[in-house]
């Protein structure tokens, strides 16, 4: 059945096909390979994952990476794994379900090197020359020797034949992220061999061509052979880079691979968030080149959302395909709404990584903007569809925040009539506040999809600068009640290092977050103890020092901003605040104020020290705001004579925490509601069988 459309004319070229080897992909969106949490543990969800991307319009679909031989794994982690064809049957559930959907499927195989410790196999890791693993495990990795490069050339052969028949329409070559061994075998910093695979540029590349031509020899017939490799590891003549090695590499290699996904290295440069990377298609000066030393397409990346951004890239001959990976994450789809004339609804991705930290921590992937995200599967979740309304019954929403858009915006997609209530007089709580912070501005798009589509809705009404207590939540009328009322900062210390307040506070100036991005200011020399780890010490340590302070960040842990490694912004936010010069103390934690000074206290030994201070600001914990709930849940018998049927407590009200469970939170209230019960598909979850 044909889908109708309304597109402009000018984004018809985003929905040309683009050939790739032996195979042709309908459309130019292509999802490059992304990790997810899911991998070879969860098949059931990564294929319901996958196949959502490619109901929603896109041409091409990819795994994470997929190991290829337990001499390369990487757990903890969950990564895909196609060892041997006993892992065939999980690959078949994605590529079925991305078939469905007239959708191509790509696999990307992997050698990890000395990047993988294999914890599990115990296998002893191998590399070009022998080093230490890239990781603080006591383990070595041996230099491969000739036979061990005959055994990576067999196993990469047979992981293709292997991902053909599991279905696969592209199969990879991965050297990219310098993560792979591949790359750290061209790269000399690694590679200080003497053989034929090691000094010059061409012997130090060796290695990858040999492997696609095996590859490629292998399926080629049948499938696209597609090399990733990272063009640029931003470490100047250190390393890989475009205006050096990289050109060479290209041009060795132009015309082998069918197609060229090409990035930069690392992971946390490739994946960089908003804070860093405000602008789409940050990486075009980096991997433009490539375009124009080989006659194959070429894809790749830089969180791009916007369609005429994409279209740019195609018409100025820096891409033909348009590689995304976390824009696919917040809108699967992305791409039939820009076929159907309907750009406006798009979730436009934030940047925020919260999606990244699923895989850094081992458990499914999440989505800040798209709340669906990793629970198509074990909630039947669609991002798009959501069951009808059961009764007439109207709900109010209090509260405009991440949590209140959401629910208020599911409920009136359900059918309901839907009264949204904030008490301020402007929409989207936090995520308005936290955007006007250095680095955070895209924080808003989590309230401009919400409300753009909210304020289209007949069956919705918003009302603003109207705090509602309890005597006119009685009186109104409406038989379900909502409260997304928020949370504040707290201003007595408690937090994770302190469960008691901090003695001494009332003899200096102290702050919260919510007092400096309201616009109070303190004096002097000011210092934050940050005891929250996420992003909130950092940027208002850079708010400070723009506003001419001197600026002292004290924290208990042993690095500034330490959740964030988990979203792979944690080097960089520390090396940015040391060179604004901004004062870092780690292992410390403020315990008291004395004579006018802040006392230090050794978070291993106890030790104390003083510094002076002319004003404090606490970044520790927050509390609920959940006055409101609290009074109307202690009378029944008024809930129960006003007519009131539910009483629900949501977002940062309920369990202070990040946007992403805040929005999280709201779409399951709706989700729920006058339904089954918030933890029923909790008990869905994927179980390992028995194998006789």
């Known amino acids: 059945m044909s889908v109708q459309h309304n597109r402009d004319p000018r984004y018809d070229i985003l929905f040309e096909p683009v050939k790739i080897g032996p195979v042709t992909t309908k459309n130019r969106f292509y999802q490059v390979p992304h990790c997810n949490g899911l991998g070879y543990a969860r098949p059931k969800s990564l294929a319901a994952m996958r196949g959502m991307k490619a109901e929603g319009g896109w041409g091409a679909i990819c795994t994470e990476e997929v190991e290829i031989h337990p001499s390369s794994e990487i757990s903890p982690y969950i990564e895909g794994r196609l060892w041997d064809h006993r892992d065939i049957p999980a690959h078949r559930l994605m590529t079925d379900a991305v078939h469905a959907h007239g959708a191509l499927a790509g696999v990307e195989l992997v050698h990890n090197g000395f990047h993988a410790p294999n914890r599990t196999s115990r296998l002893p890791p191998m590399a070009p020359s022998a080093m230490p693993v890239d990781a603080y495990d006591p383990v070595h990795a041996r230099a491969m020797d000739l036979t061990d490069i005959r055994n990576l050339r067999k196993w990469y052969r047979t992981a293709a034949i292997n991902a053909r028949d599991a279905g696969y329409d592209i199969v990879y070559v991965y050297a990219g992220h310098c993560m792979t061994t591949l790359m750290h075998f061209m790269l000399s910093r690694f590679n200080h061999r003497s053989d034929h695979y090691g000094g010059s540029i061409e012997n130090r590349v060796r290695l990858t061509r040999e492997i696609l031509e095996d590859v490629k020899d292998a399926v080629g017939d049948q499938c696209g052979i597609a090399f990733r490799f990272a063009v640029d590891e931003l470490l100047g003549k250190e390393g890989m880079s475009s205006d050096g090695e990289a050109q060479d590499v290209v041009g060795m290699l132009a015309e082998l691979p069918d197609l060229w996904d090409v990035n930069i290295s690392g992971w946390s440069q490739d994946s960089s968030t908003a804070r860093f990377e405000p602008i789409e298609g940050y990486q075009e000066k980096y991997t433009a080149f490539v375009k124009s030393m080989t006659t194959k397409p070429v894809v790749g990346v830089g969180r791009f959302t916007s369609a005429d951004a994409m279209v740019s890239q195609i018409k100025r001959g820096v891409l033909d395909l348009i590689g995304a990976a976390r824009p696919s994450i917040a809108d699967p789809f992305l791409p039939n709404k820009i076929f159907e004339g309907r750009i406006d609804e798009i979730r436009e991705c934030i940047g925020c990584n919260i999606c990244v930290s699923g895989d850094n921590l081992c ?42 858009l959401e629910c208020a915006l599911q409920l009136a997609n359900r059918g309901y009539q839907v009264t949204l209530a904030e008490a301020g007089t402007e929409l989207g709580g936090r995520s308005t506040k936290e955007s006007q912070l250095p680095g955070l501005a895209s924080y808003a798009r989590v309230r401009d999809y919400r409300t753009n589509l909210l304020q289209q809705k007949n069956n919705v009404e918003i009302y603003l600068d109207s705090e509602l207590d309890e005597t006119a939540i009685l009186e109104f009328g409406f038989q379900h009640i909502f409260l997304a009322t928020g949370s504040h900062w707290r201003k007595d210390g408690t937090g994770r290092h302190h469960h008691q307040p901090i003695p001494g506070l009332e003899t200096i100036p102290t702050f919260t977050p919510d007092d400096l991005i309201a616009g109070q200011a303190p004096k002097g020399r000011v210092v934050i103890f940050d005891d929250d780890h996420y992003y909130m010490g950092g940027v208002l340590a850079e708010k400070l020092l723009a506003a001419g302070h001197s600026v002292s960040l004290v924290t208990p842990a042993v690095k500034v901003s330490a959740w964030t490694e988990f979203t792979l912004e944690q080097e960089r936010i520390q090396a940015k605040l040391l060179n604004l010069g901004i004062e870092i103390i780690t292992s410390q934690a403020v315990s008291a104020i004395k004579n006018g000074e802040l006392e230090l206290s050794c978070t291993y030994t106890g030790k104390t020290k003083y510094i002076a201070a002319n004003a404090l600001v606490l970044v520790t914990a927050r509390n609920a705001n959940d006055d409101l709930y609290q009074t109307l849940k202690s009378s029944p018998e008024n809930l129960d004579a006003a007519g009131i049927k539910t009483l629900e407590v949501i977002g940062d009200a309920y369990s202070p925490g990040s946007l992403a469970s805040a929005v999280y939170y709201g779409h399951l209230a709706a989700r729920c509601f006058e339904g089954e019960s918030w933890d029923a598909a909790l008990f869905e979850g994927e179980r390992p069988g028995l194998v006789s």
């Open 363 to 404: 458990v499914p992937i999440r989505c800040t903007q798209n709340p669906t995200m990793g629970e198509e599967w074990r909630r039947n979740w669609h991002p798009e569809k959501i069951a009808p309304k059961v009764s007439e019954d109207a709900v109010l929403v209090v509260g405009s925040g991440p949590s209140g």
